[in-house]
């Protein structure tokens, strides 16, 4: 073929895969050369093909690469272009009439504008300096002071380990004394190791035959008196900070080092100790502060409004959204709130439902919390830049939780009536591979077989017939007779038929192959999979068709909300394994 012919021929080849698959397949090396707009969101947004590229190839999709389809890549498209979506559609969203979710914004973010108001108004308010701090911890040994303990090293020699570790022939074969002997010398050559300056937990790491500590360079932790059985406690409460002791039990040579020895009592002021010192200080400044500012807060006159109409009624029997009462005119005490103290009042006043006046009490007491949370809002605190941001994003959660919600529908199942046309649809999806299951008996002349076949039809069990009259070795017969589950291509078609027309259960008559006469006993009988048991195959499907729907309905009131269009080619697009593109 001429070089012309060969050019020719290549650029009618890529004509025609350019029309067979639609859009050439876009590659790494090329992807910034489509700049074309696959997707734009009214005006103020747009997708260049590049960037949709960018984004599948950053994410996780075909972790083995290849080659995502058009398809594959408009739906990639469709998710992301959701995910985005519904931050927007969430600013049109009215919190207000979704009760349940604005009741747990609402909640969310009082918690942290109370927070501000502790940190603010009585945390931030108190202080303490260092004479103070070191006075405090002097005058309070009850809250301060310590049991002796100390910070423990341990390393265990143990003749278990040495009389099954690598060196286990030579040890056995020494008398008893002379193995304590080489125990007590292995464990004086570790200490030898420490002694010489070689650090603690590197010796325990490479030797100790503690499973607990060894590991971990022989860390016990701090430990009071009485924690550990004798001589390993004395011996330890024996030493000073940095000593080091052995001693040999039951269980082997033990190697203990004290890093640090706390004497029963407080311990000496240290960096530690002042900062345990200020911070209980701290608190319990602010307590007292916090109960007086509550406590002023309290004490101010308050207008409270009660719902009369309705609040001597059985809080569980009112819509839970209905108010209860409002508190200065600012905030509203609803009945759901009311059900919060409900159960508790009861049973402290032993009543099977509450007063009106207990209701009142209720309500003086929820109101409590709202005092405090209108008290910030005078000072401003809900202004102030981390307060404010808490507020937008709460907001914008719960506001996007409620676009979100009919992106899925979780508690879908399909109906009855779905699932048995679904499976009447596709019965021949559920035919049974291997429809029969039969065993027979193969004789030389028909007489005989019906001899067999009278035998069995009387009662005897057709295996033993099988076994006793099968021809051919006897250690072979059962399974000769036996064939289980066949198809018609598994068996002659003479044996097929008369097994096709002999009821389950029962036996036919001598039937006649190439091999001899049968006689045969028809097992079961099942030319498809039952509905109850052909539904875990096809279940899964009709979930993502469903999801699929809903999604898709999902997607589209938000493209005709939000204005969406596609104005350019989406091409398909090559995408390396994902871990090469995480490199």
Request: net charge negative; charged share 25%; aromatic share 10%.
């Amino acid at each position: 073929m001429s070089q012309i012919k060969r050019l020719c021929f290549a650029a009618l080849f890529a004509t025609l895969l350019w029309v067979a698959c639609g859009s050439p397949v876009i590659y790494r090396g090329d992807a910034g050369d489509h700049t074309h707009v696959v997707a734009r969101v009214d005006t103020f947004y747009e997708v260049t093909m590049a960037q949709l590229y960018d984004s599948i190839y950053a994410s996780k999709t075909l972790p083995h690469g290849g080659v995502l389809s058009t398809h594959d890549v408009k739906l990639f498209l469709d998710s992301m272009l959701c995910d985005s979506l519904a931050g927007l559609a969430a600013r049109n969203v009215r919190l207000g009439d979704y009760y349940q979710d604005h009741r747990m914004y609402r909640l969310r973010y009082q918690k942290a504008l109370l927070q501000t108001f502790l940190d603010e108004m009585i945390y931030g308010r108190v202080t303490a300096d260092s004479a103070e701090i070191h006075d405090f911890y002097l005058s309070r040994p009850d809250l301060f002071s310590v049991d002796e303990q100390v910070l423990l090293y341990h390393i265990l020699v143990s003749p278990v380990n040495l009389k099954h570790g690598p060196d286990s022939a030579y040890y056995w074969s020494l008398s008893s004394e002379e193995f304590d002997t080489a125990l007590e010398d292995y464990a004086l050559r570790l200490r030898n190791l420490i002694d010489i300056g070689i650090p603690f937990d590197e010796v325990a790491r490479d030797y100790s035959h503690d499973t607990y500590t060894g590991q971990g360079g022989g860390f016990v932790g701090w430990t009071k008196k009485g924690v550990y059985f004798p001589p390993f406690d004395s011996v330890a409460f024996s030493l000073n900070a940095g000593e080091i002791a052995q001693y040999v039990d039951k269980d082997g040579w033990h190697i203990i080092l004290v890093a640090e020895h706390v004497d029963e009592g407080l311990p000496p002021f240290g960096p530690n100790q002042h900062e345990a010192s200020r911070q209980t200080l701290l608190t319990i400044k602010a307590n007292t502060y916090g109960r007086k500012v509550v406590d002023s807060l309290m004490a101010e006159p308050r207008d409270i409004v009660y719902n009369e109409a309705i609040l001597d009624t059985n809080v569980y029997l009112v819509d839970k959204h209905v108010w209860a009462a409002s508190v200065n005119g600012a905030d509203t005490i609803d009945f759901n709130e009311m059900r919060i103290l409900e159960e508790d009042y009861r049973r402290e006043n032993k009543v099977s439902n509450t007063t009106l006046e207990m209701k009142k009490q209720m309500i003086g007491k929820l109101a409590e919390r709202y005092i405090i949370l209108q008290s910030a809002r005078k000072s401003k605190l809900d202004t102030l830049p981390q307060v404010a941001a808490t507020e937008a994003r709460l907001r914008h959660t719960y506001s996007r939780m409620i676009v979100e919600r009919d992106r899925r529908d979780p508690s879908w199942s399909p109906p009855e009536s779905l699932v048995r046309a679904y499976y009447n649809e596709h019965l021949d999806e559920f035919k049974v591979e291997k429809p029969m299951r039969i065993q027979h008996i193969l004789v030389e002349d028909s007489t005989f077989g019906e001899f067999l076949r009278d035998q069995a039809m009387a009662g005897v069990d057709f295996m033993e017939l099988a076994l006793k009259h099968y021809p051919g070795d006897s250690s072979i017969r059962e399974a000769l007779a036996n064939l289980g589950d066949v198809a018609q291509t598994d068996v002659p078609p003479e044996l097929w038929t008369g097994a096709m027309i002999t009821p389950v259960g029962e036996i036919s008559h001598p039937v006649k192959t190439t091999y001899g006469y049968h006689i045969i006993k028809v097992l079961r009988r099942q030319d498809i999979i039952d509905l109850e048991r052909a539904k875990p195959r096809f279940l899964p499907l009709l979930h993502r068709q469903h999801a699929l729907k809903v999604f898709t309905k999902y997607r589209d009131r938000l493209y005709d909300d939000l204005n969406v269009s596609f104005p350019g080619r989406i091409h398909p697009v090559h995408l390396e394994p994902l871990e090469r593109r995480t490199k």
